[in-house]
């Protein structure tokens, strides 16, 4: 590239500032915000400025130019929107266009690409508020020219490369540097219009505050000549603001020495600020009160600025109040309520002495303070929207229940009743307030509510239960018939024969029923129990290892046993039974990893804690908890944990049966159960049962699974239900005894008396037509002292305890039973 073609690049640039400049001096006033008419004209100038740009160019080569309209261009899209970038491209295009030459192309596409990108930057820029720095105009400047660059392969392929090779570097260097300064220079003046518009829009406003104040405003000087004065204190004064202007401030005082608030005033401008109260003269001779606040202002000869307010109204309010006061002082002071009254910025000016209750504070240092500072934070959202409610519907009595909190954080429930003063203009001028403290009312109220709640509780399970004990009887003796048949099927087939498999399910399916009813009848109370003197402790662990498997690796199973524990008389299943329950329900509320806790301890109760808890007895209790870090429950939950068939589980994983179970061996075992659960917190469960101070006794071990005791005995065998006749008799017979089957009482005592040889063991149903089985035992007796007893039945265990068979040491199997459990029972009773 030729000196000449680079020093008229520079001259070209240099043009362009020079024009910025002229612009900057005499244009900005139409730049910004200006109609649609002012944008086409300035856009028109720009388009006349990049003609002047192309009549004065770098000549390449003929029909080719360079010049500096794209950094104009593109400048123009960037500060000064689309109107008056399209009119100057539009404008520049065509000019471009009657300049024709093999440069042609290229030109409309720079002059098109340096104003839409000009636009395209602007629309981006638009969503921030930061100002353009110089770097940043740079780059922009940058982008343009490299675009610029890129038009040149639309040149003629012949001069293309010369052109590029040739002008890329003076390009990139000169022209990305006069976009920043040209930009530079529309930004700083940009700022300085700015502040120019915000001086005046603050001159505008404080013009406006100054007219349309709704108080008095004075200007005057160190002397006390007023300068100026607002609408606001010519309505106040009866006087215009020509004879204000004319006026002393001593003029206006209406006090018997006047010229010792003059000096007060004067002093008050010495030390550069004051506030006092005073009277001033209308013009008509009244006087009305003001108080009267003097600021300094920074002008040259010491200006000071006064803001008059008329306090006549206030005053006056304030007399009538004191003589309020006066009258009813004697009654407020004489109730426990609280009484309050607040003015209309929400503080109190009056309270009376129970302010000292509930607020901690004296009534003298309450007033003054904002009533709502003593509201508890959680209410005071809700009591500010509920009292806005009330003042927009104008009610007479505003009423509501909110907490407050003294400044010792003690906290009183509080039902209020509020009335709204009224001043002689009709305006409101305050609020009068009653509130009682109903803090104990309340707590009784939810103490009676939550025993409630739980007694209809306690009741709707004791109904279930009723439901599930009267069925019970005649679903296990159809269990037993299936249970028994499908037993003694298995036992007699191999399992490769046909239906080896549908049997097994069978008989699956009728002890999981069988498992259903049994824990419905401990849900009911119902469940027919061995109980034992144990020691808690060694029960529980016992089943440590089991436990710990059934909840899985990842959660730990932490044990706290009380080191000297108080005897409990129970039957240990039943214990397993609560343990199992609680720990799966442990486990499935844990989602990923966690700990099941396991403790035991003595409690007393006394009549303070069963008084809050229903159920609860005063007494001497061995504590079972289990708690665990899982999910926790929520309220609804919590209401319904206790209910038969109720689960959170999905379908087919929980029966919703545990937890009921759990309660009604609690309360069969005369305890109670207490928990406590919040979502993400977890859950425990505490369970109390009632010391036993009789001896512990050793825990009988039952036989190994799998065996199955057998004797050549002679049975009686009585019962009532002819297939459950059968099956017995045929599962005695497999097991080696000879078996003397009745169908009722009345047929026993026949074979009996016909039997020749002795009869070892009576095993007979408990309830029959004819007479129950603890009666035929004792009629047999007389024929066979040493006759050994075997009851069974499947009816509940109140109707069995009923007929006396549940005494300690009767010999008892519970319907239905599987041929193992019979075989170890009657072993048992003929051992007994």
């Known amino acids: 590239m030729s000196n000449d073609l680079f020093l008229s690049l520079v001259c070209n640039a240099a043009m362009l500032l020079s024009l910025g400049l002229i612009y900057d001096v ?17 856009g028109i100038i720009i388009g006349m400025v990049s003609i002047l740009l192309m009549m004065v160019p770098a000549k390449w080569t003929s029909g080719i130019i360079f010049d500096t309209r794209t950094i ?9 929107g689309i109107i008056p970038t399209l009119t100057a491209m539009i404008i520049a295009l065509a ?82 540097s006069c976009t920043a300064l040209l930009g530079n220079l529309l930004v700083r003046q940009q700022k300085r219009y700015r502040h120019e518009k915000d001086l005046i829009a603050s001159e505008e406003l404080h013009r406006t505050i100054l007219q349309t104040a709704m108080d008095g405003i004075w200007r005057m000087d160190r002397q006390g000549q007023l300068i100026e004065v607002n609408e606001a ?67 040259e000869g010491g200006q000071y600025v006064a803001f008059i307010r008329d306090i006549t109204e206030r005053n006056q309010i304030e007399r009538k109040l004191q003589e309020s006061r006066k009258q009813y ?4 002071e004489g109730t426990p309520d609280l009484i ?49 409610g009330w003042m927009k519907g104008r009610e007479e009595v505003f009423t509501l229940e909110n907490r407050l909190v003294s400044t010792d954080n003690r906290e009183h429930l509080m039902a209020w009743s509020t009335r709204a003063e009224y ?3 009709g305006t409101i001028i305050g609020f009068a307030g009653t509130a009682r403290d109903i803090t104990e009312m309340k707590r009784s109220e939810e103490e009676r509510g939550k025993l409630e709640r739980q007694f209809h509780q306690s009741q709707k399970i004791e109904s279930v239960g009723q439901l599930a004990g009267g069925v019970a009887h005649d679903f296990n003796n159809m269990l037993g018939v299936i249970l028994g048949r499908a037993e003694l099927m298995l036992l007699h ?10 049997l097994l399910e069978i008989h699956k399916a009728a002890e999981h029923s069988a498992a259903l009813t049994r824990q419905l009848l401990a849900f009911a109370r119902k469940q027919t129990i061995a109980p034992k003197v144990l020691d808690l402790n060694e029960t529980v662990e016992g089943m440590l290892k089991m436990l710990t498997r059934l909840i899985g690796e990842d959660i730990d199973l932490i044990w706290k046993p009380d080191a000297v524990l108080w005897a409990i008389k129970m039957d240990p299943t039943q214990i397993d039974q609560i343990l199992v329950n609680l720990c799966v329900n442990a486990r499935d509320a844990i989602i990923d990893v966690g700990k099941v806790t396991i403790e035991t301890a003595n409690v007393i109760l006394d009549d303070a804690y069963s008084s809050s808890h229903l159920g609860a007895v005063p007494g001497e209790y061995v504590l079972l908890a289990v708690s665990d870090n899982g999910c926790g429950m929520d309220k609804k939950t919590q209401d319904k944990i206790f209910e038969p068939f109720f689960t959170t589980k999905a379908t087919g994983i929980g029966t919703g049966l545990g937890l009921a179970t759990v309660y009604g061996i609690v309360k069969q075992n005369l305890g109670f159960i207490n928990f406590y659960s919040e979502p993400g917190l977890g859950t425990t469960f505490k369970i109390y049962l009632p010391r036993h101070h009789g001896r512990q006794h050793p825990l009988k071990i039952d036989t190994l699974p799998g065996e199955q005791p057998r004797g050549h005995e002679t049975i009686l065998l009585v019962e009532d239900q002819p297939e459950l006749l059968d099956l017995n008799k045929a599962m005695l017979e497999m097991l080696g005894y000879r078996v003397l089957a009745a169908g009722g009482p009345d047929e026993a005592l026949s074979l009996a008396q016909k039997n020749i040889g002795y009869i070892h063991l009576l095993m007979t149903d408990v309830v029959m037509p004819e007479m129950n089985g603890l009666v035929l035992s004792q009629r047999l007796q007389s024929l066979y002292p040493d006759l050994k007893r075997l009851f069974m039945s499947g009816y509940t265990a109140n109707v069995i305890a009923h007929n006396g068979v549940l005494d300690e040491g009767v010999c008892f199997i519970q319907k239905p039973f599987s041929i193992t459990a019979l075989a170890n029972e009657v072993r048992a009773a003929l051992e007994n």
């Not at 104009?72 to 000064?80: I, K, R």
């Not at 087939?493 to 549908?502: F, K, T």
Request: hydrophobic residues 40%.
């Open 493 to 502: 087939m191999n399992p490769a024969q046909p239906y080896y498999q549908d």
């Open 233 to 299: 204190y010519c309505r106040m004064s009866g006087y215009s603001r020509e004879e204000l202007l004319r006026m002393h401030i001593s003029d206006l005082e209406d006090v018997p020495k006047a010229e010792d608030k003059i000096a007060c005033i004067l002093k008050a401008i010495k030390q550069k600020t004051y506030r006092l109260e005073s009277r001033h003269r209308r013009k008509d001779g009244t006087a009305f009160d003001v108080e009267i606040s003097i600021q300094p202002l920074a002008f």
């Open 329 to 332: 002082h004697d009654l407020v």
């Open 423 to 425: 001043g002689e203009d």
């Open 95 to 176: 000019y471009r266009l009657n300049l024709g030459g093999a440069g042609v192309f290229a030109g409309i596409a720079t002059i098109m690409s340096s104003g839409l990108i000009g636009l395209a930057w602007r629309h981006y820029r638009c969503r921030e508020s930061k100002e353009l720095s110089l770097f940043e105009l740079y780059l922009f400047g940058v982008i343009v020219h490299i675009v610029m660059i890129l038009c040149m392969f639309l040149l003629p392929q012949e001069i293309m490369q010369r052109t590029i090779r040739s002008l890329v570097l003076p390009v990139i260097i000169i022209y990305p």
């Open 26 to 42: 005499f244009f900005r006033s139409k730049r910004v915000a200006s109609p649609p008419t002012n944008q086409i004209r300035f």
């Open 340 to 388: 309050t009254r607040v003015d209309t910025m929400g503080r109190f000016t009056f309270v009376n002495h129970a302010a000292n209750k509930i607020f901690g504070l004296s009534p003298k240092d309450c007033v003054g303070r904002l009533a709502f500072d003593f509201i508890h934070p959680e209410d005071r959202e809700a009591t500010i929207k509920a009292f806005n």
């Open 72 to 80: 104009l261009l593109g400048l123009t899209g960037l500060f000064f």
